[in-house]
């Protein structure tokens, strides 16, 4: 079974600090990608990454940067938090196919 | 541009009761469509995906969802729900030169006793 870790289940952080959400996926897939989930407007794509050190912007992307150094590993940046980043992050991970992504358990993340 | 619509926000029905959750998706090119499930407090599980082959697809758990081209539908099915069907759900759709998936807003299936 594929595993999609997300180091966090649960952070709260101030505004202006500077926060790193990590994902790790033990399947060796090509593509991984980065959602926030908020209520009323499902999953937003904020970044993904289809290889080592690529990277493409998703639909929300202001505000955020990522980093692929490793294939296994995906992290999301929030340069200086913001309260309206307060929200569910999910990382999810799929291969190069037609073949469905999967998702790690999300970090709810508090920006006080 | 892409889109996914899922009309109904809130789904109430009682245990046993039949239940239809509706998709509709817009794209003028041939799309991959998947229904994922959200359990309170986990991510997103897929429930099932449609990629080609017969327009019916069905899930181990009792969930079938029918992909219709002419209404751009695929809407998600179940005969009899149970209470453990209580969750969110989200239909995407995924376009054939892409990695990248659109999600609906999602609808929250509540199964009361």
């Known amino acids: 079974d594929v595993k999609v870790t997300q180091s966090s289940r649960y952070l709260v952080k101030r505004t202006g600090e500077k926060v790193f959400l990590e994902c790790v996926q033990d399947?060796?897939?090509?593509?991984m990608f980065w959602y926030r989930q908020d209520p009323g407007l499902g999953l937003r794509l904020i970044y993904f990454?289809?290889?080592?050190?690529?990277?493409e912007k998703g639909d929300i992307p202001e505000g955020y940067s990522v980093s692929r150094e490793k294939k296994e590993r995906f992290s999301l940046i929030l340069e200086s938090a913001s309260t309206n980043q307060t929200s569910m992050y999910l990382c999810a991970s799929s291969s190069r196919s037609n073949q469905p992504q999967h998702f790690g358990d999300g970090t709810r993340l508090s920006i006080l | 541009a892409q889109s996914v619509t899922q009309l109904d926000s809130q789904v109430p029905v009682f245990e046993e009761a039949p239940v239809e959750l509706r998709c509709n998706y817009s794209?003028?090119?041939?799309?991959?469509l998947f229904w994922y499930v959200q359990y309170p407090n986990q991510g997103l599980q897929l429930l099932l995906k449609?990629?080609?082959?017969?327009?019916l697809v069905e899930s181990i758990n009792g969930f079938e969802a029918e992909f219709n081209k002419s209404q751009t539908s695929f809407h998600l099915r179940k005969p009899s729900v149970h209470i453990s069907d209580t969750a969110e759900y989200f239909c995407a759709v995924r376009k054939h030169n892409t990695d990248k998936l659109i999600f609906g807003t999602g609808t929250r299936l509540q199964v009361f006793p």
């Open positions: 794209s003028s090119v041939s799309v991959y």
């Open positions: 449609y990629l080609s082959g017969s327009t």
């Open positions: 399947m060796d897939h090509e593509n």
């Open positions: 990454s289809y290889d080592v050190k690529m990277k």
